[in-house]
């Protein structure tokens, strides 16, 4: 990885994206969280708890971003404030 474009994309990853965040009760009934970035097509991260989605969520946006410099592709800037909400979906 470019040094260089690495710093630029952890910087970028720290602004201030729209964060939803919601929960999925599993096949086995393990709840788990999923945690994603609108303004960032796809950037989506899942943890085992909100707190874990959200860190894991940063290291994706990070590299999200890294991938976008590297092709030359703009960022998108985020669109507001950090929100966050919990809803609940079941999987089948």
């Not at 040094?3 to 599993?26: C, G, V």
């Not at 899942?46 to 590297?70: C, K």
Request: charged content about 25%; aromatic content about 6%; overall charge negative.
């Amino acid at each position: 990885m470019n040094k260089q474009l690495l710093e630029q994309a952890r910087a970028l990853a720290l602004r201030n994206y729209t964060t939803i965040l919601s929960s999925e009760n599993l096949s086995d009934g393990t709840e788990m969280f999923l945690a994603r970035n609108p303004e960032l097509e796809g950037c989506m991260a899942q943890g085992e708890t909100p707190e874990a989605a959200q860190s894991n969520l940063l290291e994706a946006r990070i590299d999200y971003i890294y991938f976008l410099l590297e092709d030359g592709l703009p960022v998108p800037d985020p669109t507001r404030e950090v929100t966050s909400s919990l809803s609940t979906e079941h999987t089948k």
